[in-house]
């Protein structure tokens, strides 16, 4: 049996020692992590690789936290996105949660164990939004056999009916026609 991919970890600030220090904290974990210290830099790149999970710094010289977790979520829309900050507001936190639809706002410095339990937390959920969106298309798919199985149902009773109702004695044998029922 293969073992499935690691998970990818797309870590964004615009201080290279962050990075480096998310890298080292999360690779532990047997994840891929993959740095940059420019968002738009990343955002210009020809060939993303799946992304599973993104931190973001909050704020950076070419754009924000927020405005690149937006872009991120037209990029990886499955993506789950955690914000990092030294400097946290109210009003950053509320943009960050109603537009980018941050999972977490972490400040920093963060505590290692603090950021893998984040990281896990995440990844699970992205984990269990997959496995329900199969679940829901699967479902999607039984529901229109269903509908087509009920709508031939209907089309031979009004052909023949009667056709689908079928009688029974006391025992739950079915009854054929022209047979007695108290045989």
């Known amino acids: 049996m293969t ?10 600030d615009d ?11 999360l690779q532990r974990q047997g994840w891929q992590v993959i740095t940059r210290n420019s ?15 993104v931190i973001a710094d909050y704020r950076m010289p070419q754009m924000s936290g927020v405005e690149f977790l937006i872009q991120m979520k ?7 996105r955690v914000m990092l900050s030294a400097h946290a507001d ?13 999972f977490r706002f972490m400040m920093k ?5 603090d950021l893998i339990l984040t990281a896990t937390q995440a990844l699970k959920l992205k984990a269990l939004t997959l496995e329900n969106n199969r679940l829901a298309d699967q479902m999607r ?3 229109k056999i269903l509908t087509a199985q009920d709508q031939e149902l209907r089309r031979l009773e009004l052909e023949h009916p009667g056709i689908t109702e079928v009688e029974r004695d006391l ?8 047979e007695d029922p108290n045989f």
């Open 3 to 12: 073992q499935p991919a690691p998970y990818r970890i797309l870590c964004v």
């Open 15 to 25: 201080e290279p020692a962050i990075t480096r220090a998310l890298q080292r904290c």
């Open 39 to 53: 968002p738009s830099a990343y955002l210009q790149e020809d060939d993303y690789l799946p992304i599973d999970l």
């Open 74 to 80: 037209k990029v990886h829309p499955d993506a789950v």
């Open 90 to 102: 109210f009003d950053g936190v509320l943009q960050a949660v109603n537009q980018a639809h941050v």
């Open 109 to 113: 410095p963060w505590q290692d164990d």
């Open 141 to 143: 798919k039984q529901q």
């Open 171 to 178: 025992d739950g044998y079915i009854v054929m026609l022209g």
